[in-house]
């Protein structure tokens, strides 16, 4: 089975801080996704990559970048985290349409 | 874009009971596919289905892409079906990549 594995399952962090959410999978699939999800408003796309180094946005990029250095290793960065940033953070991997989900990060910026 | 819009919002049945998921899209679509995220936030795909019907144990999906919509039928529910389920499609913006966008989701509760 494909895994998609993000580094915390729960983080807090500081208005200000540079935060950065790590996702790895294990099978090899070109494509990674970084998603938000929030009450009533369903997961939104906010960067993808369908290579390595290559990156595009989403619907919501604003305030956050994207590393894609290796293949296996797609990471979300928040520049400067802000209390509208708290939210569930979810990674994904595909390859010929089929996605895999990581178990996400719930993300509370104070 | 493309909206994606999912009936009903919240759903509660008593365990047993049968019941049918909507999902209706706006535009034409390359890729559409129903997830379930259990209650620990665990997204699991459910049905890749741009069209036709499928079925895997006790649910079952039908897509009618000329027509906009898929349902996802649940039968026979078992309290280990509550959760939310999601309808995405690909957003059909060109290139290699299928980018799907997500509906609003329908949270079920099934009941004992």
């Known amino acids: 089975d494909v895994k998609v594995t993000q580094s915390s399952r729960y983080l807090v962090k500081r208005t200000g801080e540079k935060v950065f959410l790590e996702c790895v999978q294990d099978?090899?699939?070109?494509?990674m996704f970084w998603y938000r999800q929030d009450p009533g408003l369903g997961l939104r796309l906010i960067y993808f990559?369908?290579?390595?180094?290559?990156?595009e946005k989403g619907d919501i990029p604003e305030g956050y970048s994207v590393s894609r250095e290796k293949k296996e290793r797609f990471s979300l960065i928040l520049e400067s985290a802000s209390t509208n940033q708290t939210s569930m953070y979810l990674c994904?991997?595909?390859?010929?349409?089929?996605?895999?989900f990581g178990s996400g990060t719930r993300l509370t910026v104070v | 874009g493309i909206q994606v819009e999912q009936s009903p919002p919240d759903l509660i049945l008593q365990e047993g009971a049968n019941s049918t998921l909507r999902c209706n899209f706006s535009?034409?679509?390359?890729?559409l596919q129903w997830f379930h995220q259990n209650p620990w936030g665990q997204l699991i795909n459910l049905f890749y289905i741009p069209s036709g019907t499928k079925q895997n144990g006790r649910l079952s999906a039908t897509t009618v892409a000329t027509e906009r919509y898929s349902l996802l039928y649940i039968s026979s529910s078992q309290t280990t079906d509550s959760g939310v389920y999601f309808c995405a499609v690909d957003g059909n913006y060109g290139g290699a990549t299928n980018k799907l966008i997500f509906g609003t989701g329908t949270l079920l509760a099934v009941q004992p």
């Open positions: 990559s369908y290579d390595v180094k290559m990156k």
């Open positions: 099978m090899d699939h070109e494509n």
């Open positions: 535009d034409s679509v390359n890729n």
């Open positions: 994904a991997s595909s390859r010929l349409g089929g996605y895999t």
